[in-house]
Structures are given as structure tokens and as C-alpha cells.
T-cell receptor
Framework: EPEVTQTPSHQVTQMGQEVILRCVPI?????FYWYRQILGQKVEFLVS????????KSEIFDDQFSVERPDGSNFTLKIRSTKLEDSAMYFC???????????????FGPGTRLTVL | DAKTTQPTSMDCAEGRAANLPCNHS???????VYWYRQIHSQGPQYIIH???NNETNEMASLIITEDRKSSTLILPHATLRDTAVYYC???????????FGKGNQVVVIP
């Protein structure tokens, strides 16, 4: 069964450093998403991406965040200058509204645990 | 999107059916009911969704009341691996963001 994959599974970085989290969405999907989950808290929406541009973003997704689809398979989340409070699990998801019976069911990857020291 | 209300936690007996309730009294006509689960900080796993009719797949059944104000997710034969946080989410088609609440921590007991 196709699945969303994410790398790395765990990333440790120093405060102020840039990190890039990578995702490979399900191959025929057209919409891509990033969510995050701070330890012990809810899963929070960050951004959605369609047709090579951001379709929606939350208030969390400020100027230090960016997303990109650099090629036909990868989808990345870049955090320009990490802060301690960026430590969280980051989940990528993808969906295909065309085949989803009129809904856009999102399928999630296993996540990347980001630790900012 | 409409808000949902779920129990904070519940225990279920292994091998028995687990019935997980969800209230969504402010649901509107174009909103679907989605169920996801999250096993110990893994990525949320899609379970099932429905609009009006009851739905069944290999994982679970979804029973939606006629007025659509509540629903029940049924795990037919709970196993220890079903221990997870279960999220009931209401979302309309084309809505990009899934609004996860705190969910229902379900523990399957041997």
C-alpha cells in the first residue's frame, strides 16, 4: 500500500541553525501538508500546498518557515533559524481529492522528531 | 468547521467490540466526519470517514445518526494494537486543514 515517507526520523540541531525536513508524498497525490505536534499537545496544521504554491497557512507558519516541491517526488519544510520552541514532531501528509470520493482524505507520514538545543 | 466532543479516555476489553462516541451537534450539511488515530506519537492514521450513511471498511465501522449530530466508531474486535488516541474530526471538502482536538485515549485491556 502506498505511504508517505519522511526523513530524517530524528533531527537534532542548534538554536539558530537552518533545518530542512523532507517528505515523499504518495505518488499520485496533488495536495501536500505539514503539521506539527509539540510534545503532549495537539496536532496543529502548518501549511497546505497545491500546484506549486501555498494554498493555506496557519498563524504558526511565519516567515521563518518555507515549503518547496523541488522535484516531482519530494516536498520539504525549511525552518530558517530554529528556536527552542520549534522542537516538535513534524508530520507531512498528502491527499488526492480526485479519487477520494469527493473528499480529500489526508494520509500522514511517520513524522520527523526535531530537537532544538 | 464544526467542533467535536469526545470522551477524554476509555478502556476496552480485548476481543470485544469497542464503541467510540463523538458529538458534533453543529455539523453542517457539507461536512464529513473523519476518524483518525495516533499510536504513541506516530503519524495520525486515517481510519474511516462518512457524510450521512454508515460506512464500513477493513478497520472499522462508522455509524452516523440520522440528524448527523453524533457518530460512533466501532472497532469490531479490539486488539492490544488498537490502543491509541482516536480523533473525530469534522471537515468540509476542500478544507485544507484538519483540526485535531485532544482526542479519546483508548486503552485495550487484555
Amino acid at each position: 500500500e502506498p505511504e508517505v515517507t519522511q526523513t530524517p526520523s530524528h533531527q537534532v540541531t542548534q538554536m539558530g541553525q537552518e533545518v530542512i525536513l523532507r517528505c515523499v508524498p504518495i505518488s499520485n497525490h496533488l495536495y501536500f501538508y505539514w503539521y506539527r505536534q509539540i510534545l503532549g499537545q495537539k496536532v496543529e496544521f502548518l501549511v497546505s500546498f497545491y500546484n506549486n504554491e501555498i494554498s493555506e497557512k496557519s498563524e504558526i507558519f511565519d516567515d521563518q518557515f518555507s515549503v518547496e516541491r523541488p522535484d516531482g517526488s519530494n516536498f520539504t519544510l525549511k525552518i530558517r533559524s530554529t528556536k527552542l520552541e520549534d522542537s516538535a514532531m513534524y508530520f507531512c501528509a498528502s491527499s488526492d481529492p480526485i479519487s477520494g470520493r469527493g473528499t480529500d482524505t489526508q494520509y500522514f507520514g511517520p513524522g520527523t522528531r526535531l530537537t532544538v538545543l | 468547521d464544526a467542533k467535536t466532543t469526545q470522551p477524554t479516555s476509555m478502556d476496552c476489553a480485548e476481543g470485544r467490540a469497542a464503541n467510540l462516541p463523538c458529538n458534533h451537534s453543529t455539523i453542517s450539511g457539507n461536512e464529513y466526519v473523519y476518524w483518525y488515530r495516533q499510536i504513541h506519537s506516530q503519524g495520525p492514521q486515517y481510519i474511516i470517514h462518512g457524510l450521512k450513511n454508515n460506512e464500513t471498511n477493513e478497520m472499522a465501522s462508522l455509524i452516523i445518526t440520522e440528524d448527523r449530530k453524533s457518530s460512533t466508531l466501532i472497532l469490531p474486535h479490539a486488539t492490544l494494537r488498537d490502543t491509541a488516541v482516536y480523533y473525530c474530526i469534522v471537515s468540509s471538502y476542500g478544507n485544507n486543514r484538519l483540526a485535531f482536538g485532544k482526542g479519546n485515549q483508548v486503552v485495550v485491556i487484555p
